[in-house]
């Protein structure tokens, strides 16, 4: 882990802005400001809270978010300089809640009796299945692979997202009550039809991409495609 001096350091150059361009460059609108303000009062826990009340994807987020055309790039520190390291902040708020057996206990708000399915158990099929959760639906997720994460287990390479990081964010999601179904491909082991006489109410499609878009080179010489 970082050393604290070090963090408290770079969270001392953030600015408090009043209007901070790093939340705005960040897709899920996190509160940058405030979460580092809680590591400069040396209140960590708190800093945890404000980040997985956000988004209980955090520690995964720090670790491969392009935060140089986010978060990071958009902070006004690196007009004339260099800009506040968020991603390092975020990921070492992260990393001693891990040491000090830290959680976030997320609140359910029984609004909805709804028994959603979702096909795909990668980060949107999880999103969806956590804020659904938040309501106090009955969440299942489908994933034909044999272990869940999608694009995060099977896509990501293990030196950018260590997957100790990805079972804990299932774990939490399996706490939280959501339920996994593995090797259950739509099409095959199940159907809409299916889904639907088993009574579910609402299924959300979560599949993603999963043809690979191919490079168009040219041959140098022919400048044909090859
Ligand atoms: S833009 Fe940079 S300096 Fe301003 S609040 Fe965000 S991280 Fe801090």
């Known amino acids: 882990m970082e050393k604290i001096d070090d963090?408290?350091?770079?969270?001392?150059?953030?600015?408090?802005?009043?209007?901070?361009?790093?939340?705005?460059?960040?897709?899920?609108?996190?509160?940058?400001?405030?979460?580092?303000?809680?590591?400069?009062?040396?209140?960590?826990?708190?800093?945890?809270?404000?980040?997985?009340?956000?988004?209980?994807?955090?520690?995964?987020?720090?670790?491969?978010?392009?935060?140089?055309?986010?978060?990071?790039?958009?902070?006004?520190?690196?007009i004339k300089g260099k800009p506040v390291r968020i991603n390092y902040l975020e990921k070492f708020v992260n990393d001693w809640a891990n040491q000090n057996n830290i959680t976030y206990e997320v609140p359910i708000n029984k609004v909805s009796n709804k028994k959603v399915a979702i096909i795909g158990s990668g980060p949107a099929g999880m999103a969806c299945g956590i804020e659904l959760k938040k309501s106090g639906a009955d969440v299942t997720i489908f994933e034909k692979e044999a272990k869940c994460g999608g694009i995060l287990e099977y896509g990501i390479p293990d030196f950018r997202l260590s997957k100790d990081i990805l079972t804990n964010l299932i774990d939490k999601l399996k706490d939280m009550g959501i339920k996994f179904q593995t090797n259950m491909e739509l099409g095959k082991d199940i159907t809409l039809e299916s889904l639907k006489k088993e009574g579910y109410d609402n299924i959300f499609l979560a599949m993603g991409a999963e043809k690979q878009s191919t490079y168009k080179l040219t041959d140098e010489k022919t400048r044909k495609y090859p």
């Open 7 to 78: 963090i408290l350091i770079e969270a001392s150059r953030c600015l408090n802005c009043k209007k901070p361009m790093c939340r705005k460059g960040c897709p899920i609108a996190t509160n940058i400001p405030t979460f580092i303000s809680k590591i400069k009062d040396n209140n960590f826990k708190e800093a945890y809270t404000i980040l997985h009340e956000n988004n209980l994807m955090s520690q995964i987020c720090s670790n491969i978010c392009p935060v140089e055309n986010q978060c990071m790039g958009s902070c006004i520190r690196g």
